[in-house]
């Protein structure tokens, strides 16, 4: 019998093929279990075992990875992980290269919420001296929120009731999944650097679960609203949900709706309020001119009156009517520049209005389209002059040009080198002769003569 070819494998080679059969049929898996022996070297990759109550395998979380973790991994800790099997050829050990990280068991979300609100409070994410105060009176909001949810009808809803003439920017993103936090930290940053002037902001969505609400509690949220220069007023789910974006927005307000009211004054209580510091102010002073009154007619009654006491009382009561006379042109005058002050306020708000912006900026459009075409014009009308210039140039360095003028080149056959010298040429060697129109062939009757 023949014998059987044996094949004989290195250690390396053998690993690297279990290496590769693991990874390719454990590419994505989740395993969940317990954290024990942790330990995060200088390197800052974080190395762990996860275990259940039989067995156990070896787990590591690069430092890229972990940084996106939602909470801080401790041992003891259950986590539910996902990643791929494979093995480390150095020790011959297959362990799990974690890619994402959750808490499991009873109050995860909630272990992950304190130990993130603990870490930004460190920070001074927190600190009331960092928040910035919110515009009175806003002439533009930007939105960041779901286009199609509750919470922007009634923002929008609200807004229009109680000042029309603010302008409102919508930057729309998902509330809720994966995507949610990256898409609303780049809406805040977009809104930042939009050309036109933003006053605030409101950044929120409409109740639902911790788990709906969890975009609002990332850290890369926190960090957006916190760098933002724009004043930002956050408005999670209903007054009893706290989220991270709440701590540190430079105001909280309980509902989308309770936004709304806090960043938009009613039009028609500033109008009803500056009415009634009017009569106020009226009634104040027609108050003080009774009482001067009353005091110069007591004066009148007690003392004795001769007649130059009582000159002397007409006089001051002359100068009692002048004084009223004056108080009423001053209140007057008051009240005429408190109206006109808020006339220019109400005009405007008029001229900031949408459809204003965009007929100024379709004229300005208009005007670069006109400046564009006479720029492009003047660009080609250069361009044909040197152009012009450069072709006749070429021309005049032509070959053509030159044997135009009487000029003819010379080239011997049959290899029809140019022939520069007569002296290489002997007798009946066959020469072709280019002229400016056609060719002749010639045989060299004598050196030096054709």
Avoid at 2 to 25: G, M
Avoid at 194 to 213: F, K, T
Wanted: net charge positive; hydrophobic share 40%.
């Amino acid at each position: 019998m023949p014998q059987q070819q044996v094949r004989i494998y290195s250690i390396s080679q053998i690993t690297s093929l279990i290496r590769d059969n693991l990874e390719a049929e454990f590419y994505d898996v989740w395993l969940e279990g317990e954290i024990s022996n942790l330990r995060t070297p200088f390197s800052g990759h974080t190395y762990f075992i996860l275990k259940d109550e039989t067995s156990q395998i070896r787990a590591v979380a690069f430092r890229y990875q972990s940084r996106s973790f939602p909470f801080q991994p401790k041992d003891g800790m259950k986590v539910l992980v996902r990643g791929r099997i494979t093995v480390y050829e150095a020790r011959g050990e297959y362990q799990i290269v974690v890619e994402q990280m959750e808490v499991r068991g009873a109050g995860a979300l909630q272990a992950a919420f304190e130990q993130l609100k603990a870490k930004l409070q460190a920070e001074g994410l927190f600190a009331q001296e960092a928040k910035k105060p919110i515009p009175l009176y806003p002439q533009t909001i930007g939105l960041v929120t779901s286009p199609t949810g509750a919470a922007i009808r009634d923002i929008l809803k609200i807004i229009r009731r109680r000042f029309a003439n603010v302008s409102i920017i919508i930057n729309p993103v998902r509330v809720q999944g994966e995507e949610a936090p990256y898409e609303i930290a780049q809406a805040i940053r977009e809104l930042n650097d939009w050309p036109e002037e933003i006053d605030v902001l409101i950044v929120g969505r409409g109740g639902g679960s911790a788990e709906d609400l969890w975009a609002f509690n990332e850290e890369i949220v926190a960090r957006a609203i916190f760098v933002s220069r724009i004043p930002i007023i956050s408005a999670v789910g209903h007054e009893i949900d706290f989220t991270i974006a709440d701590f540190v927005a430079d105001l909280r307000a309980p509902t989308p709706s309770a936004a709304a009211e806090l960043v938009v004054q009613n039009k028609q209580y500033l109008v009803e309020k500056i009415s009634s510091l009017e009569s106020k102010i009226y009634r104040l002073m027609r108050h003080k001119l009774d009482l001067c009154l009353a005091r110069v007619q007591q004066y009148n009654q007690n003392w004795l009156s001769p007649r130059s006491i009582a000159r002397f009382f007409q006089r001051y009561h002359q100068a009692t009517d002048t004084l009223e006379l004056s108080l009423r042109k001053a209140i007057l005058h008051r009240l005429s520049l408190t109206r006109g002050r808020m006339q220019h306020t109400i005009d405007t708000f008029y001229r900031l209005a949408p459809l204003t912006s965009i007929h100024n900026w379709r004229e300005r459009v208009s005007g670069l389209r006109e400046r564009l075409c006479r720029w492009e014009q003047e660009y080609m009308r250069r361009h044909t002059v040197r152009l012009a210039g450069i072709m006749g140039k070429l021309d005049s360095l032509s070959p053509l040009a030159i044997l135009r003028r009487g000029y003819s080149i010379c080239r011997r056959l049959p290899d029809l080198q140019i022939i520069t010298d007569s002296a290489s040429l002997g007798p009946r060697d066959l020469i072709s002769v280019k002229l400016f129109r056609g060719e002749i062939t010639c045989e060299v009757k004598e050196h030096g003569k054709i």
